[in-house]
């Protein structure tokens, strides 16, 4: 299909996730994920949560061997932990001197980095630089994804961080570039289309959606957004399914009671559920393995 090849997408996901230099470099990010609660577009504009001792959390990076590598054992000399407590059991280990994958971090005490097996494959010496991610290694056909192979935790909240809807990657603890979004839910985008009208049908082949799930729209990969005079469907607004079969269902500008959109045209485009996760103070927001996905085309 149109878009990445399989060499690319890999790639892409690879470097983003700070695993493995894009081709032609020497180079991978130190990769921090952000929560939001409110999104912007690709070019910025994000509300990142602040306060209630809330910090970005590594979720990649690099570290110099003290050791030399073997594929007959699964313990690596590295410098002390204490310069990398970022690093945790799960993470996905690609000797980028090697350029190699080599295993999955089961403990770092000390100077001893132990892999859940033998290393996959020999380092090219005992000064290999290895990357650490949160994310293993892409493999398959475009479209490529992958999710989080370590769980992702962050500081407990001393006050509340709101409702969080997203999350992303940057190249830094603060500031920074962003190097991917998504929204919390490992949910797809479906086409829809509805006509003009009050509470209009909309049609979504399939959705599954529950009564008040949080639903958002995008014309981005095709199509017309509906115009409405009750109900905004622009800017990733939140909006609620008010399903009425297995492929129809109508919007709700708030959840609960039915007030539905009102619309002045008709419209087309995609469609998907979201997450909504409040984080009150004295809880630790935690993200499980298999839980945040990347995905490029």
């Known amino acids: 299909m149109t878009g990445f090849s399989d060499f690319a997408a890999k790639n892409v996901l690879n470097y983003l996730t700070g695993q493995v230099p894009?081709?032609?470099?020497?180079?991978?990010?130190?990769?921090?994920?952000?929560?939001f609660t409110a999104v912007g577009t690709d070019a910025g504009s994000f509300t990142e949560v602040t306060g209630g001792s809330y910090t970005r959390v590594q979720v990649a990076g690099t570290a110099t061997a003290a050791?030399?590598?073997?594929?007959?054992?699964?313990?690596?000399?590295?410098?002390n932990v204490s310069g990398f407590p970022w690093v945790q059991p799960g993470m996905a280990v690609y000797d980028i001197t090697a350029n190699k994958v080599i295993g999955t971090v089961?403990?770092?005490?000390?100077?001893?980095?132990?892999?859940?097996?033998?290393?996959?494959?020999?380092?090219?010496g005992s000064t290999d630089t290895l990357s650490f991610s949160?994310?293993?290694?892409?493999?398959?056909?475009?479209?490529?994804?992958?999710?989080?192979?370590?769980?992702?935790?962050?500081?407990?909240?001393s006050a509340s961080w709101g409702n969080v809807i997203a999350w992303g990657l940057y190249d830094a603890s603060s500031s920074g570039n962003l190097l991917f979004w998504d929204f919390m839910g490992n949910f797809a985008w479906l086409p829809f289309e509805t006509p003009t009208g009050s509470?209009?049908?909309?049609?979504?082949?399939?959705?599954?959606?529950?009564?008040?799930?949080?639903?958002?729209?995008?014309a981005e990969y095709g199509g017309t957004l509906p115009t409405a005079s009750t109900g905004v469907?622009?800017?990733?607004?939140?909006?609620?399914?008010?399903?009425?079969?297995t492929d129809t269902l109508n919007v709700d500008t708030v959840s609960g009671p039915s007030t539905p959109v009102v619309l002045t045209s008709s419209g087309s485009g995609m469609v998907r559920k979201i997450v909504q996760q409040t984080i009150p103070s004295g809880v630790t927001a935690?993200?499980?393995?298999?839980?945040?996905?990347l995905t490029a085309a």
Do not use: E, R
């Open 22 to 35: 894009m081709p032609g470099t020497t180079a991978v990010p130190a990769v921090f994920l952000a929560l």
């Open 67 to 79: 050791g030399s590598i073997s594929t007959a054992s699964a313990t690596i000399t590295m410098p």
């Open 106 to 124: 089961l403990t770092w005490v000390g100077t001893t980095l132990t892999l859940t097996a033998n290393a996959a494959n020999n380092g090219s």
């Open 134 to 157: 949160a994310f293993p290694n892409a493999s398959g056909s475009a479209p490529s994804s992958l999710t989080n192979g370590s769980v992702i935790s962050f500081p407990q909240a």
């Open 199 to 218: 509470n209009p049908t909309f049609t979504v082949k399939g959705h599954g959606y529950s009564s008040n799930d949080p639903i958002v729209f995008t």
């Open 233 to 245: 469907f622009t800017g990733y607004n939140i909006l609620f399914a008010a399903p009425l079969a």
């Open 286 to 293: 935690s993200f499980a393995a298999s839980t945040l996905t």
